[in-house]
């Protein structure tokens, strides 16, 4: 058969011959080719009889796997016999593919444990065909035993039989087609069986599908990937803190890819609680999904935690991405991740994130549901909006169950299969099930900006992996400059109070101003509101709070009040990590007047980053943006800490450093105080001596120097920079060196303890099995 290849054992027969058994038995699987079967001229429904000839052993074998196809069961190679004289093949052996039954691995004598068996397929199923080569060249069936000792397939589900599963040329062309277009292989798999008039006619299974435009993109991309590692490889090597990977050996890019500069891996330490993992950049040249991590910042900013290029999107391809992904950012899982409405994806995350709050992305199902619901939604124009409703504004989980069932039974959906299928998951999608879990989102019934995609606008149809290396540096440096602009706005103008609530005053001082803004929102609707207390047992006191003239729609409060802690039935706090309304309310009518320190997320603050982080930015600035405010502030923010981060090296350069600091906070005083110019030790101005303010003074003596002090004082500091960062390079060189021992000795010993909490759980076990092989 073309393209295939068996293993054999090989045994010497009674009668001279060698006769053949293969190890590792496949289906008859059609090539790639498309290839038609072979099927006689004059009579389709001709059964195999002794005799029967053929011009060669391919027209036997698809003539079998032809009648096969027509009968309802799967063909595979047995064995085969070739001649002790030449070694050609003179006999073929073709089987039911449940013929015979599984042999078990073994290694050195021992069973090999399989982690996730298959299921069984084999059931001793005896029928047979069996053709020789006769002295003429042509092929005659010797043997054939047409019985099963199992049912076979009807014909409406054949096609989903391996050996007859095969993806003709006409289909391959609409499949480049569709996906030039964009369309991932749910949506040309829908297209396929409207081109072809239903799913048996297609010849094949979505998995088909997704294999073969595997490989094409895989032969598309060609060399085109060295490109990117190449540029991953530079990075590294530039900064050892940027961080790499890719599935497979010696950088082989069977797999995928992943990597994450220095400032993901860092703001993941302070935003790293809740995570999106995006995939929704198919539309590149070689329809590769790009999958970039996000999360939010301080400000409710999207920000990156890596990326990722899926050469694959099989179970072990994703697995193996969450495993990097994760040692990358130091074996911490989040509380929460959203995703795609995707099967490997929930099985790849349910490995390896097993504590990690799993949601679909409830825009995505309800994309999939205008294409699975469209027949309802025309047939019962009310249908759509009923859908949104149960789903987006029920309160409760029993409020939502309630409905759901209502609808379907007054639609008479409940045959519906994609229905059925997302209400399995629905605790992955529907909100009243999420609610008491952070996603970092204002609102649980609309999308949060942080959900918009990170890189929109500089990946499209048309970007090529070179393209891509530029464009993803530009899309850094944009979103980098939209926080420095938050970052200013928050420290540098105050915002418009709307009350004289001493909360809202220290909210506002507490917050960044994106923040902010929604936290006093919240508090000003509390006017709208009135609370009444329904229950108190003493410890906890629990309030009924609903808005005036809307009594029919409650929420319920619970107030401790020696702990000043309050829970809402609305779950906003443990969703978004602001106090709702309805909390604010009651504290408004408890007299509480600021906010309680546990009420406040740390990562909502202007201070969520505990510690500075170190930019390398280019020196030089265009005169012409100098004027820009937020320009300036950026540049002199990066030159301090660029200072900080060499003066803290050792206590010498760090007196030294102290004191110029002190000498230039003078400078500036003196600069202000004089309309910006500055003031100098015989009183005179930078204007009147005629210097151009580049700072050429004596540092604590206020003196000019003469252009030969100036020369020489330039090659000293020169000299001593240059020593110093040699010095430092060594020294973060053997940090980061040791750092990264430190998180993979970490990580072991997460995986010892893992390992050990998992075998003493089996107290049956003796204490030998306990230990589990790490591959």
């Known amino acids: 058969m073309e393209n295939e290849v068996i293993e054999y054992d090989i045994v010497l027969g009674d009668d001279g011959l060698n006769i053949e058994h293969p190890v590792d038995d496949d289906e008859m699987v059609e090539s790639s080719g498309g290839g038609e079967m072979y099927i006689p001229e004059g009579d389709t429904n001709l059964e195999p009889y002794i005799g029967m000839e053929f011009e060669s052993e391919e027209a036997a074998k698809a003539f079998y796997n032809s009648y096969a196809r027509r009968v309802g069961f799967s063909t595979r190679i047995s064995w085969s016999r070739r001649s002790s004289r030449d070694g050609a093949i003179i006999q073929r052996t073709f089987v039911c593919a449940k013929e015979g039954f599984r042999r078990e691995k073994r290694l050195r004598g021992s069973v090999v444990e399989v982690k996730r068996p298959r299921a069984e397929t084999r059931v001793g199923c005896g029928a047979t065909l069996v053709a020789k080569i006769q002295d003429s060249g042509k092929w005659v069936v010797s043997g054939f035993i047409k019985e099963h000792n199992h049912e076979l397939v009807p014909p409406d589900k054949v096609h989903c039989l391996r050996s007859h599963r095969q993806v003709s040329g006409y289909a391959k062309s609409l499949i480049d087609t569709l996906q030039r277009a964009g369309m991932g292989p749910k949506g040309i798999m829908s297209a396929l069986v409207t081109e072809f008039g239903g799913v048996s006619k297609v010849g094949f299974t979505e998995v088909d599908c997704k294999n073969y435009m595997r490989f094409n993109r895989q032969r598309t991309l060609g060399g085109d990937t060295q490109l990117l590692l190449d540029y991953l490889k530079r990075m590294h090597a530039e900064d050892p803190a940027f961080f790499y990977d890719v599935q497979g050996e010696d950088d082989q890019c069977m797999g995928s890819i992943f990597w994450a500069d220095p400032k993901a891996r860092m703001n993941y330490t302070y935003f790293g609680d809740t995570v999106t993992f995006d995939t929704t950049y198919r539309s590149n040249k070689y329809r590769v999904p790009f999958a970039p991590f996000i999360g939010v910042n301080h400000h409710g900013q999207p920000v990156l935690f ?34 795609d409405y995707d099967r490997m994806i929930r099985l790849a995350i349910k490995q390896v994130l097993p504590e990690t709050r799993h949601r679909f992305c409830k825009w995505h199902i309800f994309k999939e549901g205008q294409e699975n619901l469209s027949g ?367 998180e993979e000795h970490k990580l072991q010993l997460a995986v010892n303890a893992q390992n050990v909490k998992l075998g003493s759980s089996d107290s049956d076990k003796s204490c030998k099995s306990c230990w589990l092989q790490i591959d």
């Open 376 to 742: 309802v939604f025309l047939e019962h124009p009310s249908f759509e909006a009923e859908f949104h409703k149960c789903i987006n504004l029920t309160e409760s989980i029993e409020e939502f169950e309630s409905c759901w069932l209502s609808l379907i039974e007054r639609y008479s959906l409940r045959e519906h299969e994609w229905l059925q299928t997302v209400y399995t998951v629905r605790r992955q999608w529907v909100p009243v099930y999420l609610r008491d879990t952070f996603f970092a989102e204002m609102s649980i019934t609309q999308r949060s900006d942080s959900m918009n995609s990170y890189f929109d606008g500089y990946v499209n149809a048309s970007t090529t992996l070179q393209q891509f290396v530029k464009h993803y540096e530009r899309a850094l440096e944009s979103r980098y400059e939209k926080e420095v602009k938050a970052d200013y706005d928050t420290m540098n103008t105050a915002p418009v109070l709307k009350t004289p609530s001493p909360m809202e005053k220290q909210a506002a001082e507490l917050y960044t101003r994106n923040l902010f803004m929604k936290f006093q929102e919240e508090l000003v609707e509390t006017l709208t509101f009135m609370a009444s207390k329904v229950e108190d047992d003493g410890a906890i006191t629990t309030y009924r709070v609903a808005k005036f003239g809307e009594n029919h729609k409650a929420y319920f409060v619970r107030l401790n009040v020696l702990e000043m802690k309050a829970t809402c039935s609305c779950q906003m706090f443990e969703f978004s990590g602001l106090l709702c309304r309805h909390v604010l309310t009651v504290f408004r009518v408890t007299n509480v007047l600021t906010l309680p320190s546990h009420c406040v997320l740390k990562r909502w603050t202007r201070n969520a980053k505990s510690s500075v982080i170190l930019e390398e930015r280019a020196n030089d600035m265009l005169n012409s943006c100098r004027e820009s405010l937020t320009v300036r502030y950026n540049n002199l923010r990066h030159e301090a800490l660029k200072y900080v981060d060499d003066g803290v090296k050792t206590i010498d350069v760090y007196n030294i450093a102290m004191g110029a600091l002190q000498q230039a906070a003078k400078f500036v005083a003196h600069a202000k105080k004089n309309g910006g110019r500055m003031a100098l030790g015989n009183g005179s101005s930078q204007e009147d001596n005629g210097t151009d303010g580049s700072g050429a003074y004596l540092l604590g003596l206020g003196q000019p120097l003469s252009a030969d002090d100036k020369d020489k004082k330039i090659q000293e500091l020169a000299h001593e920079l240059d020593c110093a960062n040699q010095k430092c390079e060594v020294y973060r060189t053997n940090l980061l060196t040791i750092l990264k021992d430190i």
């Open 306 to 339: 890596g990326c990722a290029l899926l050469l694959n999107e099989s179970e072990e391809s994703l697995m193996w991405l969450f495993k990097t992904w994760l040692m990358a950012m130091l074996g911490r899982p989040p509380v929460s991740i959203t995703t």
